[in-house]
T-cell receptor, first 113, second 110 residues
Framework: EAQVTQNPRYLITVTGKKLTVTCSQNMNHEYMSWYRQDPGLGLRQIYYSMNVEVTDKGDVPEGYKVSRKEKRNFPLILESPSPNQTSLYFC????????????FGSGTQLSVL | GDSVTQMEGPVTLSEEAFLTINCTYTATGYPSLFWYVQYPGEGLQLLLKATKADDKGSNKGFEATYRKETTSFHLEKGSVQVSDSAVYFCALSDSDKLIFGTGTRLQVFP
């Protein structure tokens, strides 16, 4: 089954404790992206990657890191989480720049205390 | 920059009622337009799309027409069901990303 898998589904952590949210897709997609969803703000792009070893900042990259060492994986790293990073995070992927066929993961609800 | 504005929710309807969710956009070019749906506890799914002016996207009884003159892409359905309860996002394509509206929650009661 074609899917984008995120883990964990829920995460509660404390300020400053490094964490990683994993994202994996099994569709051989070149393009992968991270969004955060906040009430009243919709979805905002954090980082995206056009292919292996190619990553770029989105609209709200501060406080986040990503890596793309393999085509299928695109982890989101919070080196020193802060309470304003409490949010619902979505990973998405598609072929090339074909935004018309974005596949989304089920989301990761992060709470930073 | 490009942006999308949606009507605020929640929208509360009885089953079989007519649905309209308004969406307007601001863009320098001629982007593709989309409606995504998010069911409780799930990620977003593409509902329908339109790639140029006057195109009508349709899926599962939902429709939206790309109106360049009014810069709008309103979502409509003639008869909603309880199973349509979800959050609906209007979006436009902007090079390497989608720009989303804030989402509109639809609640349908029997």
């Amino acid at each position: 089954e074609a899917q984008v898998t995120q883990n964990p589904r829920y995460l509660i952590t404390v300020t400053g404790k490094k964490l990683t949210v994993t994202c994996s897709q099994n569709m051989n997609h070149e393009y992968m992206s991270w969004y955060r969803q906040d009430p009243g703000l919709g979805l905002r792009q954090i980082y995206y990657s056009m292919n292996v070893e190619v990553t770029d900042k989105g609209d709200v990259p501060e406080g986040y890191k990503v890596s793309r060492k393999e085509k299928r994986n695109f982890p989101l790293i919070l080196e020193s989480p802060s309470p304003n990073q409490t949010s619902l995070y979505f990973c998405a992927s598609s072929f090339g720049r074909d935004n018309e066929k974005l596949f989304f993961g089920s989301g990761t609800q992060l709470s930073v205390l | 920059g490009d942006s999308v504005t949606q009507m605020e929710g929640p929208v509360t309807l009885s089953e079989e009622a007519f649905l309209t969710i308004n969406c307007t956009y601001t863009a320098t070019g001629y982007p593709s337009l989309f409606w995504y749906v998010q069911y409780p506890g799930e990620g977003l799914q593409l509902l329908l799309k339109a790639t140029k002016a006057d195109d009508k996207g349709s899926n599962k009884g939902f429709e939206a027409t790309y109106r360049k003159e009014t810069t709008s892409f309103h979502l409509e359905k003639g008869s909603v069901q309880v199973s349509d309860s979800a959050v609906y996002f209007c979006a436009l394509s902007d090079s390497d990303k989608l720009i989303f509206g804030t989402g509109t929650r639809l609640q349908v009661f029997p």
